[in-house]
């Protein structure tokens, strides 16, 4: 019985240990990913990019609703945006005809570096892509972002 309890201990420490380490990875994925999209804003701003009203989009296409937040659409489906602050947002939301009437206020969220990671073939881009899709050339007078520890 003492063998089975060190060995679920043991894979239970193993375990947790994993999950610090997945987080730790996630939280300097997401500050790098913060990083580019700060630099990218205040370039943007300088550069004079025209900015949009950000829109949210209701799951399965049921309307939309506008938002106080002005900035560039990551994606082509503008389901991602970039605020003038550097902030990111996700543009999909379950909207009631409330919120359709009377607009949302998105909270930002913590970047990634490839927006829509998992998804379908295709579905997929690399941040610094998009970014480059919006103004090419941006981030040529730009320092690289620091790569992660690893990589």
Not at 47 to 59: D, R
Not at 71 to 91: E, I, K, N, P, Q
Not at 113 to 132: M, N, P
């Amino acid at each position: 019985m003492g063998t089975e309890q060190s060995w679920a201990s043991r894979r239970r420490e193993a375990a947790a240990e994993h999950e610090r380490r997945l987080v730790a990875r996630q939280a300097s994925e997401n500050a790098r990913a913060q990083e580019l999209l700060e630099r990218f804003a205040r370039v943007a701003g300088q550069a004079g990019l025209p900015t949009s009203a950000l829109e949210v989009q209701g799951y399965g296409g049921r309307g939309s609703a506008r938002t106080p937040l002005r900035g560039w659409y990551l994606r082509v489906d503008r389901t991602a945006a970039v605020g003038t602050d550097g902030s990111f947002y996700v543009l999909t939301a379950p909207l009631g005809m409330w919120d359709r009437l009377r607009g949302v206020a998105p909270e930002a969220k913590p970047p990634p570096l490839v927006l829509g990671a998992g998804g379908k073939d295709g579905d997929s881009i690399d941040l610094r892509d998009a970014l480059e899709r919006l103004l090419p050339g941006w981030a040529s007078d730009q320092p690289e972002e620091p790569s992660a520890p690893g990589s």
